[in-house]
């Protein structure tokens, strides 16, 4: 893991000076070294930068960029089954001199072109520099857990694995683009291929680039595309089979990302995903694992107590940190500066936290993100199958009376169900679903806080929202299922620019590689053609999983409600986090900035703090954006 960066200039204006600090802004993705290489071509001036967290061949010999017959690479991630592929080049011919996973990049490039990414089991995002046919090659991991942001602009050409790179290039045109400013009060984060910025775009997941610096060409093409998998027949096995095949693939996707020349460790919660990945991979080690697990009891974040009782029963080396709200609190100043892209998503915070302690003793973490979108954990596949149907059988009139009744009554003023986990945000969420009861609008209702009438009215200027993967129609009509429906979007849009940026931001702020087993290739690719009744069975999600982990581990201490990394949104903007508010959202930052309506702006700031605590996240939303307008635009 580490964090690349670099640029071609046709301009031929830019400096070794420019590309060292362009690379060192990346200091915290990987301390443990730094490489700078600049090339000059008859076409323009290439800069490769790197800075290197060593996890696997720790010598020199491990170094970026790497050079290999007329190939140069820099290079963010692991390909795990690396000596897999090694053997097969060592069989063709090829000789290696390291036991690193780039050197592997390169030969496999050198091979088979392109194709070589076919052949990948890993995270990665890479650029390489072909010199003999004078262009570069980028890639982007199947799933995104790796990012990679460009620029180009008026002869300039920036890459690098976080934003904050291009700053440090004194000809970056730091535009914000407006449309952008929108769909993130939409989504907490800018969805897709966008960026905060104008000229700037995302690598998607799956997708790779080809620039030919002879004519200044970008091709981008899609080698992967999980619509592949849930546009085919589900499969005809038994769930026995099926079980099996599935264990036999989280076990391989487990022991893959245990290989490491530096200690590791496994975030570990009391929920199934992180204890099926602890239990699969304790069960063949002769050592304990090393685990961790954070608790917040102040603000009621404590899954500390069920989680030792799993690593008990399980025998591992567990390690429990328990946090104060105040030490909660005191992260949220240097948000802006690690998700240096507006971001919302206020479990980032305890995601922090874990990855903090757990790299005072490990260089490596595993993490079971993913669990969700792969094997249908979330409530809102459980709402949709529960109540889809009923709320589309309440006649329309009768729907749209009783989401205007709810604008007047505050979530706040009912009783019992104002205590319940995550209420207010879900009882804002439910009045969209009642306007219109498809599972698309369901989709974008649980996923936005805006919706497109409410964000044009916030904003200050004419809004073009633009289409995104939020609404493909990519899922075929023979294969359509409510379920595979909204399990596809939240793989290619939820899990890619919410999830894997908070993971990859939090345990990158600490020097710590995080892995994540759960989001292997071939277990999407497998679990996508399974029956869904395989997945969400009779009202039980991931029934297949549990079935797996139960095997290892009584049902009794994992049977209890999901909990999430759930912050106290609400009660911190009324209270520790209020000064914040009047700091960063009044009348004179709004107006100055051009970009919102201040009376809209009021008026929500008003109700919220008049006690409608459904408007949190939309308060929220709008303070992380302000918060990181202040850091990285004045």
Not at 282 to 293: A, E, G, I, R, V
Request: with cysteine; hydrophobic share 35%; net charge negative.
């Amino acid at each position: 893991m580490c964090g690349i960066a670099g640029f071609i200039d046709f301009n031929k204006k830019s400096s070794y000076e420019t590309l060292q600090k362009m690379t060192d802004t990346l200091y915290h993705r990987g301390p443990d070294g730094a490489g700078y290489e600049l090339f000059n071509t008859s076409d323009a001036q290439i800069g490769f930068g790197h800075r290197r967290l060593a996890i696997i061949d720790l010598t020199e010999h491990g170094k970026q960029p790497m050079l290999f017959d007329k190939l140069w690479i820099t290079f963010n991630g692991e390909i795990y089954n690396f000596n897999d592929i090694k053997s097969e080049l060592s069989a063709l011919g090829h000789s290696f001199y390291s036991n690193s996973d780039t050197e592997v990049i390169l030969h496999a490039y050198k091979q088979w072109g392109s194709n070589c990414l076919s052949k990948f089991v890993g995270m990665y995002a890479f650029v390489l520099f072909d010199s003999e046919n004078n262009e570069l090659f980028i890639a982007r991991d199947r799933t995104g857990v790796k990012p990679l942001n460009y620029y180009f602009n008026d002869g300039l050409f920036l890459f690098a694995s976080e934003l904050k790179a291009f700053h440090e290039h004194p000809d970056f045109v730091k535009k914000i683009k407006k449309n952008a400013v929108a769909t993130f009060m939409q989504y907490g984060n800018i969805p897709g291929s966008d960026c905060i910025f104008e000229y700037c775009t995302k690598l998607l997941p799956g997708h790779f680039a080809t620039i030919n610096l002879s004519n200044r060409n970008i091709a981008i093409s899609q080698y992967w595309n999980v619509y592949d998998y849930y546009n085919q027949p589900k499969k005809s096995i038994s769930f026995n089979e099926a079980k099996e095949e599935t264990e036999k693939l989280l076990v391989s996707a487990c022991n893959f990302r245990m290989i490491a020349d530096v200690p590791v460790g496994i975030f570990l919660s009391s929920g199934y995903d992180s204890t099926t990945v602890t239990a699969l991979l304790q069960k063949d080690s002769s050592q304990k694992l090393k685990t961790y697990t954070i608790g917040v009891p102040d603000i009621g974040l404590n899954e500390a107590p069920y989680a030792a009782e799993i690593a008990q029963h399980l025998g591992t080396d567990h390690t429990t940190y328990t946090c104060t709200e105040k030490e909660a609190l005191e992260f949220i100043s240097e948000l802006p500066f690690y998700y240096d892209e507006p971001y919302a998503d206020s479990s980032a915070i305890p995601t922090h936290l874990v990855s903090k302690i757990a790299r005072k003793d490990v260089t490596v973490a595993l993490s079971a993100d993913g669990g969700d979108e792969v094997f249908a954990g979330y409530n809102r596949y459980d709402y949709l199958a529960r109540y889809g149907q009923k709320i589309n059988a309440i006649p329309s009139f009768a729907r749209k009376i009783i989401a205007k009744t709810m604008d007047i009554i505050p979530s706040e003023a009912l009783p019992i169900l104002k205590n319940k986990y995550n209420f207010h945000n879900r009882y804002e969420k439910l009045k969209g679903i009642l306007q219109n009861p498809s599972s698309t609008q369901i989709m974008l209702s649980l996923s936005q806080q805006f919706t497109d009438n409410q964000v044009k009215n916030l904003m200050n200027f004419q809004t073009d929202l633009p289409t995104n993967l939020f609404m493909s129609n990519e899922l075929k009509e023979e294969f359509y299922s409510p379920l595979s429906y909204m399990m596809a979007i939240d793989y290619q849009t939820y899990l890619v620019d919410d999830i894997m940026q908070k993971v990859d931001r939090a345990t990158m702020s600490v020097s710590l590689e995080g892995r994540e087993p759960l989001l292997d290739h071939r277990l999407i690719e497998w679990a996508a053609t399974l029956p869904d009744e395989y997945k969400y069975n009779k009202g039980i999600k991931k029934y297949i999983l549990r079935e797996i982990t139960h095997q290892y581990i009584p049902e009794t201490l994992l049977n209890r409600p999901k909990m999430g990394f759930a912050i106290p949104i609400a009660k911190w903007l009324a209270t520790d986090l209020r000064p914040y508010l009047e700091e960063y959202i009044n009348e004179k930052r709004i107006t100055e900035q051009g970009l919102f309506n201040w009376t809209a702006v009021l008026k929500l700031k008003t109700d919220f703090l008049s006690g409608k605590k459904e408007y949190d996240f939309k308060m929220w939303y709008l303070l992380m954006f302000q918060m990181w307008y202040d850091k990285w635009m004045k």
